[in-house]
DNA sequence: TTACATGCAAAATATTTGCGTAGGA
DNA sequence: TCCTACGCAAATATTTTGCATGTAA
C-alpha cells in the first residue's frame, strides 16, 4: 500500500539546508513562503506516491508539528490551483495528492484491487485518442481522469 | 445538470401495475422484496442519467415519503454488489449512481466542466487499448474509470 | 505596515451503523 | 414464524470555514 521513493537525483529535499524543486515553483509563481507552504512543499519533494490529507499531515508534522490539517487542506487547494499538485481519486472515499513534474510526466493508474497498490502507466495511444474522442464530442480535453482496476495474472497461463 | 430520458419502449416503470426492468432483476438475483426496494428499482428504472444518493431520496419520497436516506444508502451498496448500479466520481464530492443496463451498455462520461452537463460515449478502440494496457502490465482488468472533463469548442473555428 | 496565511474549533457534507421494530417469504 | 430490512438518530469520516492572531514582504 506504499509506494514512497526517493530521487535524490534531481531534487534533495533530505537536507535543510536545500530549497526543494517545489519550494522553487512556488517562488516562480509569486506564492508567499510561509513556513508551513515550505514544509509541505518539501515534503511533497521528497514523495513519489499519492498520499492522502491525513498521510501528508503525519509526514509534515515529523518535521514541524505545529502545523495543522486545515493548512494541509488549503495548501492542496492552492497547490492544485496552480498545478503543483494533483487531485486523485482511487475509489475510496477520500481524495489522494499527487506532484505534477510537467506535462512530460502525465500518467495513469493501474490499481490493484487485492492489494491497492498502485502502478503508474503512460501510453501515447490512449493520450491521443481520449483528444479525438473529445473532439469528436466537440469538446476541448482541459482534463481527464482514468482508473484501471485489475487483479494480477498470477504467472503465465501455461 | 439534469438529462433524465424515459425509454417507455423497454420498460414502463411509470405505471403502478407494472413491473420495472430492475424489480424483475432483483426476483432473478434472489433479493427480497421489500417495498423500498421495489420503489428504488422503479425509481433507477425510468431513470437514464447519474443521480447522486439525495437526488434518488427526492425522487424515492415523491412515491413513498417514508423511505429513509439510509436505505437510500443500503440499496445502492445492494444494487452495486449485484451489479444493478454501478457507482461514478464526477469530481465533485458525492458518489453518482447509474443503472447497468448489461456489458452492452458501457460506455464513459466526457463532462462540460462549465455546466456540468455529461455526456456519454462509446469507443471500441478504447475498450481494446485499455485491455491491452492492463494486460501487458501483468493484469487482468476488473473495472475502470474514465471520465474526460473538457470545455465545449463554440462553433467551427474560421 | 498591511494583507494574507495560520491554528483552532466548530460547521458542513457525505456516508455508515447500532438498535429496536416492522414486514416479506 | 423467523430472518432480514427498515427508520431513526447517532456516529464516522472527510473537508471546509469563521475568527482572532501571527507573519512574510
Known amino acids: 500500500m506504499s509506494d514512497i521513493l526517493q530521487d535524490p537525483g534531481t531534487d534533495g529535499a533530505a537536507t535543510d539546508s536545500v530549497t ?22 518539501r515534503v511533497l519533494s521528497s514523495t513519489d506516491d499519492h498520499p492522502d490529507a491525513e498521510e501528508l499531515y503525519e509526514r509534515v508534522k515529523v518535521i514541524d ?5 486545515a493548512t494541509i487542506y488549503r495548501t492542496m487547494k492552492l497547490f492544485e490551483e496552480v498545478s503543483i499538485v494533483s487531485k486523485r481519486d482511487f475509489g475510496d472515499g477520500r481524495a489522494r495528492y499527487e506532484k505534477v513534474s510537467g506535462p ?23 493520450e491521443d485518442l ?6 469528436d464530442l466537440g469538446f476541448k480535453l482541459v482534463d481527464h481522469h482514468l482508473e484501471l482496476f485489475g487483479v494480477r495474472i498470477s504467472e503465465k497461463k501455461h
Request: glycine share 4%.
Open 20 to 41: 526543494s524543486r517545489i519550494e522553487r515553483i512556488c517562488v516562480e509563481k509569486g506564492l508567499r513562503m510561509t513556513e508551513p507552504r515550505r514544509v509541505i512543499a
Open 130 to 135: 481520449k483528444i479525438r474522442i473529445a473532439k
Open 65 to 69: 508539528s505545529s502545523i495543522s490539517m
Open 104 to 126: 512530460e510526466d502525465h500518467h495513469h493508474h493501474m490499481i490493484d484491487v487485492e492489494s491497492g497498490e498502485v502502478l503508474e502507466f503512460y501510453n501515447q495511444e490512449l
